[in-house]
Every structure is written in structure tokens, then in C-alpha cells.
């Protein structure tokens, strides 16, 4: 097993594989793809996360998630 995986976990995000650093939580997944947590709405195996758990929900290998935001304008 290389270093970059035993450092890292996979996950699907919107249909394409992504690896994060074990021990990310679903806000650290945001933030590494500069998405505000009040404009997203967080699908994490196939259930609707609660705003309120982005930080404590830890993500494992293999999670599937669906991040739909929301773009203003008028």
C-alpha cells in the first residue's frame, strides 16, 4: 500500500472518484472545494445530511456523496 493510501480514503462525489485525507469530515470536503456549507445541500450515502453535522460527520472510505448548490442571481 503506497503512503498517499494509507493517508488518504475514496469517495464518489457527484458520480467521480476523489481521495481526501483520513479523518476529513464532510465541512473539510467543502472547504477543499471552496463550496459555503449554507449554500449547499449534502446528500452522504444516499441520505440528507443536516447542515448542523457537516462538521462532525467524518468521511470513510468508500462514502457516496451528492453536493447540490445553489447559485443566486435574479
Not at 34 to 50: A, D, F, K, Q
Amino acid at each position: 500500500m503506497t503512503d498517499q493510501a494509507k493517508d488518504t480514503i475514496a469517495l464518489v462525489v457527484n458520480g467521480k472518484d476523489r481521495r481526501i485525507a483520513r479523518g476529513a469530515t464532510v465541512r473539510k470536503l467543502l472547504d477543499d472545494l471552496e463550496l459555503l456549507p449554507g449554500m449547499v445541500v449534502v446528500e452522504h450515502n444516499r441520505e440528507i445530511l443536516p447542515r448542523e453535522r457537516y462538521d462532525e460527520v467524518e468521511l470513510e472510505d468508500g462514502d457516496r456523496l451528492e453536493l447540490v448548490h445553489f447559485v443566486g442571481g435574479g
